[in-house]
């Protein structure tokens, strides 16, 4: 079989269909009558049936790349509701539509080119059918609405189609305002048109890609600006802003999206809208989606609270990754309030943090275990009577840290962590060295560190390093059983005064420099306690001796003065000085009456003398 006397050239872009509705309008038929003279049928056409396309060829005297290169343009159906196109795979929904697009502008120019003959030039673009495009790059014109038809072989029949709208072709009536072609119908056409594509991506699917820009966008421009919701152009423009940077630019914008969703009842859908919708649904089971639903899945795994079983866009949760106040209440059983604040106390959730309790998300695997311990915390009684120990023991041993309440939150009743108690008291019966001892030469931890001055928790550190020995007092159970010699005690309370004493200035010592030849009260201001100092046992007479420390200096000048500092400041004899204070009816310090000599206080003797002292 030959090519046909009357016969067209494909154009640009040009479709199969197009093609021979052209060869059909040169030979003065319709496209269903011409492709039936010709041996075949215009379903076989648009269905791309090899033996049609082969005849269709011949007839039209179509080299073999301009053969491929329509069937590209024109996308080939490959089974399962899929079509190849430009080399990529689409679902056939995204190309064949019962309403037909086109620029007004190339369907007038090609009409201009053969006034005599406007069916057989004016030609339909294979970019048109693609759903995802909204623009003649070319022309810089909207694509618009030409046609509606449900049937594909009323539909493809074009020449009829277009002599009932060329009139309005001509006159413009289809035309619309000029728009610049946005950074993503740049991208889309030298994809379609060459593959080209220098952005993240390039290793993505099209048709997931062009339909992620527009889900996305969708949603970033339905936050920014409510009034361009149902925007398309804007929805692909912002979204491809987005994807063509990769995965740190979704990762934000998602994060972004998640954000503003702060109500109380939002969840992944009211966030994310469409996006959601079709990535959970239409697209689940779309290989090509994957990595999208991916990106997604992450940021909705980082905002909420999903619990282990769970199926998020497809795939079940082996683990859960984030607890809210709501979930932990839930599976603790205890008072959203009372978890919050432990959590704040833990850093597991920010203090300032305002959303609700079903927003307000920690890390599950960090703190899960505190949540699996709370419902056991036990109070003070119930723990002391675990370890046979007394109240003033418990408080003891808390406040030299040995043993820590597992939250110091008031509102927590209960904050005790039973275990902990118990393995104290099972780490010193291991220790002990001696069974039952006698009272005489033996008293219990609480009583040595009353007699001697010993911190309970340096008691204890000391059996730990084995420098006391540890025995059990007869008859008596627990942590107030446990005994330790006396005369170890004494030991270390000698050792520990003479190594504490090391680098502190004797009481007595700076007396002299600014009291009255010892005259004045200054220990027992110190005794009273008007001002820091550290006491400590004498070794030879077990007296109580003062020691100051440099901060202890500082403190004392900063809050008194005496009349050796206030001769030296004026540089006056010291009845000269004595006569200043009487005159201003400065009296020295002596609270509740108890007098320590010629002490003042520096800020009423600044305040009279109106000087700086």
């Known amino acids: 079989m030959t090519a046909l006397p009357l016969r067209v050239k494909p154009v640009l872009r040009e ?105 057989a030039a004016q030609a339909l673009r294979g970019d048109w059918q693609l759903r995802e495009v909204s623009l003649c790059v070319r022309h810089r014109h909207p694509l618009v609405n030409l046609w509606m038809e449900q049937s594909p072989t009323k539909r493809y029949d074009i020449s009829p189609r277009l002599v009932d709208i060329r009139a309005m072709i001509s006159d413009g009536h289809f035309d619309q305002p000029r728009v610049k072609p946005s950074p993503y119908d740049m991208w889309l056409d030298a994809r379609l048109a060459e593959g080209r594509d220098e952005t993240w991506l390039a290793g993505h699917s099209l048709y997931a890609g062009t339909t992620f820009c527009r889900l996305l966008g969708a949603e970033l421009v339905r936050h920014a600006d409510p009034l361009n919701v149902g925007d398309l152009r804007a929805a692909q423009a912002a979204g491809f802003a987005v994807a063509h940077r990769g995965e740190d630019a979704v990762h934000a914008a998602l994060k972004d999206l998640a954000e503003r969703a702060t109500g109380a009842k939002v969840e992944p859908r009211g966030a994310f809208g469409d996006l959601y919708a079709k990535l959970s649904v239409d697209y689940l089971h779309e290989a090509g989606f994957a990595p999208f639903r991916d990106l997604l899945r992450e940021r909705i795994l980082k905002t909420w609270p999903f619990a282990a079983g769970e199926v998020v866009l497809g795939k079940e949760l082996s683990r859960r990754r984030l607890h809210s106040i709501s979930t932990a209440e839930h599976e603790t059983g205890l008072w959203a309030p009372r978890i919050e604040a432990v959590l704040i106390e833990a850093g597991a959730v920010s203090p300032t943090d305002t959303r609700p309790a079903n927003r307000k998300t920690f890390d599950a695997e960090r703190f899960s275990p505190l949540l699996a311990e709370m419902p056991h915390w036990v109070g003070a009684t119930k723990l002391r009577k675990a370890m046979g120990a007394t109240r003033n023991e418990l408080a003891a041993l808390a406040a030299d840290g040995v043993l820590l309440p597992a939250s110091a939150v008031p509102s927590v009743k209960y904050p005790w962590r039973l275990e902990d108690g118990l393995a104290l008291v099972a780490e010193l019966k291991a220790r002990g060295q001696e069974d039952t001892v006698s009272n005489d030469d033996w008293e219990s931890v609480q009583m040595a560190s009353k007699r001697s001055a010993l911190r309970v928790g340096a008691i ?111 540089g006056e004899h010291v009845n000269t000085i004595l006569a200043r204070l009487r005159a201003a009816d400065l009296r020295p310090f002596a609270p509740e009456g108890e007098s320590y000599g010629h002490i003042y206080l520096r800020e009423e003797v600044e305040r009279s003398l109106r000087c700086k002292v």
């Open 15 to 119: 479709t199969l269909p197009s093609f021979l509705a052209r060869m059909a309008a040169v030979n003065g038929l319709t496209a269903r009558d011409f492709a039936v003279d010709m041996g075949f049928s215009l379903r076989k056409v648009i269905n791309l049936e090899e033996t049609a396309i082969d005849l269709l060829a011949e007839r039209g005297g179509l080299e073999v790349e301009d053969l491929a290169e329509m069937v590209s343009w024109t996308g080939k159906p490959i089974g399962d509701v899929r079509m190849e196109f430009r080399g990529e795979v689409f679902v056939s929904r995204a190309l064949r539509n019962p309403q037909v697009r086109g620029c007004p502008i190339c369907l007038r120019e090609d009409a201009e080119v053969h006034p005599d003959a406007p069916a």
């Open 460 to 570: 204890i550190g000391a059996i730990r390093k084995g420098v006391l020995r540890l025995g059990g007092l007869p008859g008596i159970e627990g942590y107030h059983g446990f005994a330790v010699q006396k005369a170890e005690i004494n030991l270390l309370a000698l050792q520990g005064s003479a190594d504490a004493a090391q680098d502190l200035i004797p009481a007595t010592e700076f007396s002299r420099t600014i009291s009255r030849r010892g005259r004045d009260g200054f220990i027992a201001l110190l005794a009273a306690g008007h001002s820091p100092s550290i006491r400590m046992t004498a070794p030879k007479d077990w007296a109580c001796v003062f020691y100051l420390r440099a901060t202890d200096i500082d403190a004392f000048r900063a809050r008194f003065v005496t009349l050796p500092m206030l001769i030296e400041r004026f």
